[in-house]
Nanobody
Framework: VQLQASGGGLVQAGGSLRLSCAAS????????MGWFRQAPGKEREFVAT????????YYADSVKGRFTISRDNAKNTAYLQMNSLKPEDTAVYYC????????????????WGQGTLVTVSS
């Protein structure tokens, strides 16, 4: 499956952005989806994941209560709604797909998008 992440940009602290991850090539609805991020000089880290049906979600503690992951299987798209953004949320955000229930582990994912940059100014 091919993944295309979009929606990044520059936003002030406290603002919101919605990232999208459009999938093509295979049946989107069988894949658990995840969002990860990588800040400059840091390792890629887990942000959120959603099961193939959308019924199960899981978040990193650092974004819980501020970010919401969702998906629309009819549109082959996953989303990450980011509210109350902080400067420490600045990173390149990646979406990824794995054939299952979703996971917080990077090595669980077979397919990765190209990343979209989110910059939060203070």
């Amino acid at each position: 499956v091919q993944l295309q992440a979009s929606g990044g940009g520059l936003v002030q602290a406290g603002g919101s952005l919605r990232l999208s991850c459009a999938a093509s090539g295979r049946t989107f609805s069988v894949y658990g989806m995840g969002w990860f991020r990588q800040a400059p000089g840091k390792e890629r880290e887990f942000v959120a994941t959603i099961s193939w049906s959308g019924g199960i979600t899981y978040y990193a503690d650092s974004v819980k209560g501020r970010f919401t992951i969702s998906r629309d299987n009819a549109k082959n798209t996953a989303y990450l709604q980011m509210n109350s953004l902080k400067p420490e949320d600045t990173a390149v955000y990646y979406c990824a797909a794995e054939r299952g229930w979703g996971s917080s582990r990077l090595d669980a994912y077979e397919y990765w998008g190209q990343g979209t940059l989110v910059t939060v100014s203070s």
